[in-house]
């Protein structure tokens, strides 16, 4: 999945657990720099608070 091509779009992401959050994604980081060793991105859900949500744990992604 190349999750850095949806830093600053709006999306709807359906996690394994068939969860759906949606929000604009405001960050990437690559599983080099995360613990553990996988990619995830950031969803900004309002202003103060955001989830992060780790590759892994994807089932889809939509863009809205």
């Known amino acids: 999945m190349k999750l850095?091509?949806?830093?600053?779009?709006s999306l709807k992401v359906v996690c394994?657990?068939?969860?759906?959050?949606?929000?604009?994604?405001?960050?990437y980081t690559q599983a080099l720099d995360n613990?553990?060793?996988?990619?995830?991105?950031?969803?900004?859900r309002?202003?103060?608070y955001g989830?992060?949500?780790?590759?892994n744990e994807i089932k889809s992604i939509e863009v809205i």
């Open 4 to 9: 850095w091509e949806y830093v600053g779009k």
């Open 16 to 27: 394994i657990d068939n969860q759906v959050i949606k929000g604009k994604c405001d960050g």
């Open 35 to 44: 613990e553990p060793e996988i990619a995830s991105i950031s969803i900004e």
């Open 51 to 55: 989830i992060e949500i780790y590759e």
């Open 46 to 48: 309002t202003k103060d």
